[in-house]
């Protein structure tokens, strides 16, 4: 094996050679150079020498803590409240600016939740980086199933003998070759809030009923509607996926199962989906590493806004580490990345197991 | 248990006709063989029969109903096929009961007909394995009981044994044998191989291009073909064709001659042939054998000779430039090179029209 590699192969290996650099220059260095970088105070360009500070980027980053609120009271111990009933309590910054409590210096409220009259607040170090998480996650948990799913049922109607299935191929595939900045650009002027073609159609289709709003705009649907974009762009490189792993299951089984009475659904669940199951391991796992991985979505169409409810993990670290020149920041959250990926796929790859 | 009556039965895909009007009659308990060429349409036919390719026109009849238009489940079938077709991520247990748990069947009859159909198999001690635990026999087998559990008026077999190995093969021929026996089932069995027609039939029949070229237990077909292509296809070596004209006709024989064999009367089976016709006169290897030189009634020279042990295979080349296969029941040897004549009994050779020879292999 050995010899094979090494000397009868010269030829190979210098045809290897360019490829192989470029990956080594261009991946592998940056990964390690990742790792390094979180280590230090490194900017993109400074005057400064680069100095190790171990661990305090991460802790800027995670930094999270739990702070309790008590209502204001007046002198006879009545909870205050304002004009509209609220209770009033004392701001967090009181305790955040306050040298009685160092721990929490710097921090910012993320979000509060109430039991009885005290107030909870979450206080982070990085309230955005939160949030970024928060959103990436939520992307994965909405887009993985849903894209998976989607692709599956298109495989499944375009594994077909039909007259001009092809037609139907290339139509579901075709996203998948346009640039994702191009598809993003056009996904703009679709959720445009002024005069997007989602809100003419659906003004159009409930009679002027719909009103039409700023999709992109409205925190509350900004990352629903990148979701949806992604979702559809991408469906149709699964679905291929998904293709070829039912085409890679033997016709016989079918007609098995057809002489043995099974229905549609009896047929897809004993013989369909087993057969399935190494395709559906791979698709899982790429569609998370891809979810993971958003960010030329965000940065072509809100660059993580409105109120930084479409922060994703990947844009903050550009954002950081070009937009702020904080090439150890973001360096942190690519690594912080890269653990939440690997552990997810290796929890993923040992609940697939096969038996 | 039930007949099986194919009637006139048709297949096109699109403008190609690959069964063209067929009658077969299945008859309860029976086993029946079909055989042929690759690209026969035995294949097709019995697909037809379980429902999984449509049939054109023409009807058929299972237990006396017509299923033309019957979903495969409903037919009372079961089938088993080439490649096994047994569900990779399913134990055996399960595939045997695969049938019985698409149905709804309460745990108990499960339980009962898998144990019952793995008694029948000698199997008992695999039905909690994987099929990748299993060698190709043992496959074969779980696909057989996956059918016995069925309980089907008709068993099906798509060339059940051609995945496995030589020595495997013949076992699993006589386990299907004992089957049919034991479970007194009507069995239609697809295979290209004739051995396997020949050993397991109550009835073959011989199909080449969509047609039925004869129809009839094996040792009718073996000693009366009804014409070239079934002759030439049943036994193995395969029948010597002399290429013949024929001299005098008398009632029932004829008397043909060639430069390499001497003028000899035979049987005309039925076929009319007149004075000067060009014949094929039809010889199995068997039947033939060996004398001096100048003795019997073909003469030449050895070209090879085969020894297998308890028979020797020698090829003749005969005077006229022919060549003659010979199976001689002993074990001989012959020089290459050697004289010999070649006598055999007239009464078993077979005389036909010469027509285009039918010598695709099989």
């Known amino acids: 094996m050995a010899s094979k590699l090494t000397t009868s192969n010269r030829a190979g290996w210098g045809f290897a050679l360019p490829g192989f650099g470029l990956i080594a220059v261009f991946i592998v260095l940056p990964f390690f150079f990742a790792f390094y970088f979180s280590l230090t105070n490194q900017r993109l360009i400074s005057p400064n020498p680069t100095e190790y500070v171990g661990l305090d980027n991460y802790r800027s980053l995670l930094g999270l803590a739990v702070i309790t609120l008590e209502p204001e009271r007046d002198d006879a111990g009545q909870i205050l409240r304002d004009a509209d009933g609220a209770i009033e309590y004392p701001r967090v910054r009181t305790i955040t600016r306050s040298d009685d409590f160092p721990q929490y210096r710097g921090m910012r409220e993320w979000f509060r939740w109430h039991s009885g009259d005290t107030a909870r607040v979450v206080i982070a170090s990085d309230v955005v980086f939160m949030k970024a998480l928060v959103n990436t996650f939520l992307f994965v948990l909405v887009v993985a199933p849903v894209q998976a799913g989607l692709a599956l049922c298109l495989a499944l109607l375009i594994n077909q003998r039909l007259r001009g299935i092809n037609i139907y191929r290339t139509i579901y595939f075709m996203p998948v070759v346009v640039s994702i900045v191009v598809v993003s650009l056009l996904w703009r002027f679709i959720y445009d809030g002024n005069d997007g073609l989602l809100n003419n159609l659906l003004s159009a289709l409930s009679f002027g009923a719909f009103e039409g709003r700023d999709w992109l705009g409205d925190p509350s649907t900004a990352l629903g509607s990148i979701m949806a974009m992604s979702i559809w762009q991408a469906v149709g490189f699964h679905m291929v996926i998904w293709l070829s792993g039912l085409q890679t299951i033997s016709p016989t089984l079918y007609e098995a199962a057809d002489i043995e009475g099974a229905n549609r659904w009896q047929t897809f669940r004993y013989v369909t989906?087993?057969?399935?199951?190494?395709?559906?391991?791979?698709?899982?796992?790429?569609?998370?590493?891809?979810?993971?991985?958003?960010?030329?979505?965000?940065?072509?169409?809100?660059?993580?806004?409105?109120?930084?409810?479409?922060?994703?993990l990947?844009?903050?670290?550009?954002?950081?580490?070009?937009?702020?020149?904080?090439?150890?920041?973001?360096?942190?959250?690519?690594?912080?990345?890269?653990?939440?990926?690997?552990?997810?796929?290796?929890?993923?790859?040992?609940?697939?197991?096969?038996r | 248990m039930a007949t099986v009556r194919l009637r006139n039965l048709r297949k096109s895909f699109g403008a190609v006709e690959v069964i063209k009007g067929v009658d077969i009659d299945i008859e309860d308990g029976e086993f029946v063989v079909f055989v042929g060429p690759s690209g026969c349409g035995k294949s097709t036919l019995l697909r037809m029969i379980a429902g999984l390719e449509d049939i054109t026109s023409g009807t058929l009849e299972i237990d006396g109903v017509t299923v033309n238009d019957l979903a495969p489940k409903d037919r009372g079938i079961a089938m088993v096929f080439q490649t096994y077709a047994i569900f990779p991520h399913m134990t055996v247990r399960e595939n045997v009961a695969f049938g019985l748990t698409i149905a709804g069947a309460p745990?108990?009859?499960?339980?009962?007909?898998?144990?019952?159909?793995?008694?029948?198999?000698?199997?008992?001690?695999l039905l909690d394995r994987h099929p990748s635990q299993l060698s190709g026999g043992q496959r074969q087998r779980v696909a057989i009981g996956r059918a016995i559990v069925r309980d089907p008026k008709v068993f099906l077999f798509d060339e059940p044994l051609s995945n496995l190995d030589a020595a495997l093969r013949m076992d699993m021929r006589m386990e299907i044998g004992k089957l049919h026996q034991n479970l007194g089932a009507s069995m239609i069995y697809v295979t290209h191989d004739q051995v396997e027609a020949m050993t397991l039939a109550d009835k073959i029949v011989v199909l080449k291009d969509g047609e039925v070229m004869q129809t009839g237990t094996p040792m009718e077909l073996y000693h009366n073909p009804a014409n070239l292509f079934v002759a030439g296809f049943l036994g193995a070596p395969s029948m010597n064709f002399i290429k013949v004209e024929v001299g005098s006709v008398g009632p029932g024989q004829a008397t043909v001659r060639t430069p390499a064999l001497d003028p000899i009367d035979v049987p005309t089976g039925g076929r009319s042939f007149k004075g000067g016709d060009k014949a094929i006169l039809a010889v199995r290897p068997q039947y033939l054998t060996p004398t001096a030189p100048d003795a019997g009634m073909l003469h030449g020279t050895v070209a090879l000779t085969e020894r297998l042990g308890a028979e020797t295979v020698i090829d003749v080349t005969l005077r006229d430039g022919g060549s003659i296969i010979a199976a001689i029941a002993e074990d001989r040897v012959l020089k290459p090179g050697t004289e010999i004549g070649l006598s055999f009994d007239a009464a078993k050779a077979h005389l036909f029209a010469d027509e285009a020879l039918h010598t695709e292999p099989h």
């Open chain 1, 273 to 312: 989906w087993p057969g399935l199951r190494n395709t559906a391991v791979l698709i899982l796992i790429v569609i998370t590493m891809q979810c993971f991985a958003l960010f030329a979505q965000i940065d072509v169409m809100t660059n993580g806004g409105p109120l930084d409810s479409t922060q994703t």
């Open chain 1, 314 to 354: 990947v844009f903050q670290a550009v954002e950081r580490g070009y937009g702020r020149q904080d090439i150890s920041g973001g360096s942190a959250i690519s690594v912080i990345l890269f653990l939440i990926v690997l552990s997810i796929s290796l929890v993923q790859r040992w609940l697939t197991r096969g």
């Open chain 2, 107 to 125: 745990r108990a009859e499960k339980e009962r007909k898998v144990a019952e159909a793995a008694r029948i198999l000698q199997m008992e001690h």
